[in-house]
């Protein structure tokens, strides 16, 4: 068998009628069956986070180097689907905060709201700087007659969600005659579609124009120094409502879920001790017959 050397600690054998499990390296097949099978897609087949929740309160870093040592990683959120898991694994159990994995980093980055990888084809998600129609020194961008422009995300302007749920393409931008701040309206769009529109391509492009209707509308587009401990890239934030999209001194260094936020993030020191999530991985587990063993001998 292809797992006879391994240790008690990198592996996992069970016989029974014939089959075995194997788990670590028999991942790797798993994955690759699946997407042969049609399954699934290749970022729907990768791993998802699992989050341990870890009540002894910690510094940032003492929280980082436990998690590293246990597990993973601080915990990285990559979209709603897996705020809502970390949401259902803190609950109530903790008093005040719970650190995540996000840190204040040193560079500038420009990020789409909508962080689902599945979203963007090769260069998509750097399209915008195809048709920038301003270079200024603010943190949030507005749309208008095809062109981005880089505007303050405390201006107020009407906003285009994009509606995920909707096969037909002309319904998946939806125009909110309201005017807001950029992150009320994300929250909008979060809340009641998907999240605040991505400008992908030109077609997407042309479609957001005419439903824009020559209004000047807030996109998903904002940049910030955050990054995650893993240094993985997950543009995926979920501020409280009073957390602006900032990059001055005022701002602290690390980023926690904040109790009397309904579990929203929140900057703060770093050398506050807190409880903290962990980042673990979900084992595949694969039931494989014999005669595949054969095969890949």
Request: hydrophobic share 35%; glycine share 6%; charged share 20%.
């Amino acid at each position: 068998m292809i797992c006879d050397n391994w240790t008690e600690k990198d592996w996992l054998v069970k016989k029974e009628e014939n089959q075995f499990i194997c788990s670590s390296v028999m991942e790797r097949i798993a994955h690759l069956l699946l997407l042969l099978s049609g399954l699934c897609s290749f970022t729907s087949c990768l791993p998802q986070h699992k989050y341990i929740l870890v009540p002894t309160p910690k510094t940032w870093y003492d929280a980082r180097s436990y998690c590293r040592v246990n597990c993973l990683d601080l915990a990285t959120i990559n979209d709603m689907g897996e705020m809502m898991t970390a949401l259902a694994v803190v609950k109530d159990k903790y008093v005040d905060s719970v650190w995540t994995g996000l840190q204040k980093g040193t560079v500038l980055n420009w990020c789409w709201s909508l962080a689902d990888d599945d979203l963007y084809k090769d260069g998509e998600r750097n399209y915008f700087r195809q048709i920038w129609g301003n270079d200024a020194a603010n943190n949030c961008a507005s749309y208008q007659g095809g062109k981005m422009y880089v505007v303050s995300c405390l201006d107020t302007y009407y906003s285009v969600c994009f509606n995920g749920t909707q096969g037909n393409i002309q319904q998946q931008y939806v125009l909110i005659k309201t005017t807001t701040t950029w992150t009320v309206a994300r929250d909008y769009c979060r809340t009641y579609y998907t999240d605040l529109v991505s400008v992908r391509n030109s077609n997407e492009s042309q479609a957001i124009q005419e439903v824009a209707a020559g209004y000047q509308v807030w996109t998903g587009l904002f940049r910030d120094p955050w990054i995650w401990s893993d240094l993985t890239y997950s543009s995926f934030r979920y501020w409280r409502a009073s957390q602006t999209v900032r990059i001055d001194s005022s701002t602290k260094g690390c980023v926690a879920m904040l109790k009397s936020q309904s579990g929203k993030w929140g900057d703060l020191s770093c050398g506050e001790v807190h409880p903290f999530l962990c980042s673990c991985k979900h084992i595949f587990i694969l039931f494989l017959s014999l005669s595949l063993v054969s095969i890949i001998k």
